[in-house]
């Protein structure tokens, strides 16, 4: 649900620049064309009055979506699981803080252990198993140097960083392989 948010906010915005570029190529293009100016356009303070005016419902148009979607990421209610994710310098590890003694280590495979089909860098030894349509919250945190954490398909990419506890929400509507 959030990374399609998140594409809707992106198709929103890119819909406006769009629209602003398509007047001002029209406007340049009109202005290259025509031999005969409007002399009272030039000073009218009505036409200043647009054009200071216009530009803020535009940022106020594209500021309010963006905020109603930084809130909701920042949103965390019950939890249905929490997901204990630690970087480390070539691996991760992950525990489940709700249940006593599971954590496991995940390295990268190397390549001459992948599959046909198995992506180089991507594939791990240990994949992490999330409950899918329930909200998880997970704690990411660093050992030793700046790791980044991200999934991109969940729109989740958060910093782990050593003596620093952050925290993401994520939650997937569909079973898959993120």
């Known amino acids: 649900p959030m990374m399609e948010e998140l594409i809707a906010f992106h198709d929103h915005a890119l819909m406006i620049i769009f629209l602003i570029s398509s007047l001002v190529l029209y406007i340049i293009s009109l202005m290259l064309t025509t031999k005969l100016t409007h002399t ?14 216009l530009p803020a419902m535009i940022l106020i ?7 109603r979607i930084l809130y909701m990421t920042d949103e ?11 970087g480390h310098q070539w691996y991760w590890s992950y525990e489940y803080s709700d249940y006593e003694d599971l954590a496991f280590d995940s390295y990268i495979m190397p390549t001459y252990f ?5 992506f180089r860098l ?14 998880i919250r997970v704690l990411i945190s660093s050992q030793d140097v700046l790791h980044s954490w991200a999934v991109p398909s ?3 990419k958060t910093d782990a960083i ?3 506890l952050n925290q993401a929400m994520v939650a997937s509507m569909r079973p898959g392989l993120y």
């Open 122 to 135: 991507l594939e791990v030894d240990n994949r992490t198993t999330l409950p899918m349509e329930a909200d």
């Open 162 to 164: 050593p003596g620093r």
């Open 114 to 118: 992948l599959e046909p089909g198995e």
């Open 154 to 156: 969940l729109g989740v």
């Open 76 to 86: 965390f209610n019950k939890p249905y699981l929490t997901l204990k994710a630690i």
């Open 40 to 53: 009272s356009t030039m000073n009218a303070q009505e036409i200043e009055m647009i054009w200071t005016i």
């Open 61 to 67: 148009m594209i500021a309010l979506p963006s905020l």
